[in-house]
């Protein structure tokens, strides 16, 4: 089960946190210089209003973002201590929050490395979670450019502790870095499709 935990519900939490990010923060944003324009700000509603939307947003970019570190701090625990009673919580109430939906509520974006995955469980007999694993930092560094870099630097100041004063270029390959030893190191998961049995013959049918 740690597989799914950690890479698909992972993955879906930063789905929501992408499309926060770039596409509601902005709106939010100009928004809330619109209304201030209005006027009175103790009498401005349409303010108080775009305010509390930007509040909201970014409460639930943090809860999203605890859920991850959550994970990342006790998964590996987990796997040491079979036994530890604080990890196995932990993990529970976090993959708990993430299956019933709540990870993804109010989302509205897609995430790439999903529907590639579904074509590699479709054929192969793999977890949609390891899958995923595998793919998804090879996604990151191939989207990583001038556009993007936003995204990777806080999901890594945020969720790994990357220190902030450094360039957001090399903070976001870090990111990307820690992700993947992550996975494939304090995991143990697999790293690539040759390790679980899937080679190039059937990437045309996939396609």
Request: a negative charge.
């Amino acid at each position: 089960m740690h597989d799914k935990l950690t890479a698909n519900d992972i993955k879906k939490m930063q789905e929501e946190l992408d499309y926060r990010r770039l596409e509601l923060m902005p709106e939010i944003i100009e928004e809330v210089k619109r209304t201030r324009a209005f006027g009175d700000l103790s009498e401005n509603y349409e303010y108080k209003a775009a305010k509390q939307a930007q509040n909201k947003n970014r409460s639930r970019m943090r809860y999203l973002e605890g859920m991850i570190k959550t994970v990342i701090k006790y998964a590996p625990v987990a796997l040491e201590q079979p036994d530890s009673y604080e990890a196995r919580a932990n993990l529970m109430w976090t993959s708990s929050w993430a299956i019933n939906g709540m990870a993804g509520a109010l989302q509205n974006c897609g995430w790439t490395c999903h529907p590639i995955e579904h074509e590699l469980s479709a054929i192969y007999d793999i977890t949609h979670g390891l899958g995923l694993a595998i793919l998804t930092p090879r996604w990151m560094k191939y989207v990583l450019d001038d556009t993007t870099v936003g995204r990777f630097r806080e999901y890594g100041v945020n969720v790994f502790g990357i220190d902030p004063s450094l360039p957001t270029m090399d903070i976001a390959r870090r990111s990307i870095e820690l992700t993947e030893d992550f996975l494939f190191n304090k995991l143990g998961l697999q790293s690539t499709l040759t390790e679980i049995g899937i080679d190039s013959r059937n990437f045309d049918i996939m396609a």
